[in-house]
């Protein structure tokens, strides 16, 4: 699904001037229609998961049920 720049920023919890940078340096990729700029839900995704970072450690939550 493509996505405007204002439900990519309201997704991320971010503003719509951190999309824009994103864009700007070309660390998101866009879809141009015309002069629309759109954003696909997959390379939104796709940014998400190249920006996670693993918890140090390596420690582990226990359900309550393993208690």
Known sequence: MLL????A???LGT????IRRLRTERRITIVK???HVRIDSA???AYIDASRQE????HT???ASDG
Do not use: C, H, I, P
Request: zero cysteines; proline letters at 0%; aromatic letters at 4%.
């Open 15 to 18: 503003s719509v001037r951190f």
């Open 4 to 7: 405007t720049v204002e439900q």
């Open 55 to 58: 918890a140090l450690g390596g």
């Open 33 to 35: 229609l015309g002069k």
């Open 43 to 45: 390379d939104l995704d």
């Open 61 to 63: 939550r226990r359900a």
């Open 9 to 11: 920023a309201e997704r």
